[in-house]
């Protein structure tokens, strides 16, 4: 069974503050990590992928394997990046995703 | 990225009818999906719409109560039955185009039941 874990439902942090959300990941194979984010209003969007190993609008995550992690982090926080953020795992048969509880990220100013 | 567009965009209905949502997309796809988000939860899927067959469904997802068409590359619905207050939830379409692996969701459809 696949599973992801976002243990914080909220982080605050203050604007040019780091700020780094976690994710942990159960699964016996090689999966594909995503973040999605959704702003205030928004659809659903993907903000990044493992294999891309690529910044979003100054966001990165690197996939451990040994920790079983996926953490997005950011060095400085903008008040724009306040949203709900989604990590989550697509197994190796087929498309489909598991979805993390998600991480309100506040970003006071 | 895909243009999504999902029919209604809300709806309160009474207890015990059913409410369908389309979900429309600008270009082929090769897959469609369906899932739920229930208020405070995470995203669960409900199952994959398959292009001319019976949709797969996830674990607690069954036909009879989340009947789900998909009749061409483009368009697909998704039909809440017999609705309770527990189905109030939002309700989205994700979609792989062809030639890509990544999904993109729709706007999502507010169900309220009550």
């Known amino acids: 069974a696949q599973r992801v874990t976002q243990p914080e439902k909220l982080l605050s942090v203050f604007k040019g503050a780091p700020v780094e959300l976690k994710c942990n990941y159960s699964y016996s194979g090689s999966p594909e990590l995503f973040w999605y984010v959704q702003y205030s209003r928004q659809r659903l969007q993907l903000l990044l992928r493992h294999i891309s190993r690529e910044s979003i609008k100054g966001f990165t995550a690197d996939l451990n394997k040994g920790e079983t992690s996926f953490h997005l982090k950011k060095p400085f926080a903008q008040e724009e990046d306040s949203a709900m953020y989604y990590c989550?795992?697509?197994?190796?048969?087929?498309?489909?995703?598991?979805f993390g509880e998600g991480t309100q990220l506040t970003v006071n100013p | 990225s895909a243009v999504i567009s999902q029919k209604p965009s809300r709806d309160i209905c009474q207890r015990g009818t059913s409410l369908t949502i389309q979900c429309q997309v600008d270009s082929q796809v090769t897959m469609m999906f369906w899932y739920r988000q229930q208020p405070g939860q995470s995203l669960t899927l409900i199952a994959t719409?398959?292009?001319?067959?019976?949709?797969?469904?996830e674990s607690g997802f069954v036909i009879d109560k989340f009947p789900i068409s998909r009749p061409n590359l483009t368009f697909s619905t998704l039909t809440v039955s017999n609705m309770s207050p527990e189905d109030s939830s939002i309700y989205l379409c994700?979609?792989?185009?062809?030639?890509?692996?990544?999904?993109?969701f729709g706007p999502g459809t507010r169900l309220t039941v009550l």
């Open positions: 989550a795992l697509k197994g190796t048969s087929g498309s489909r995703l598991t």
């Open positions: 719409a398959n292009q001319g067959s019976e949709a797969t469904y």
């Open positions: 994700s979609v792989v185009r062809q030639g890509q692996d990544t999904q993109y």
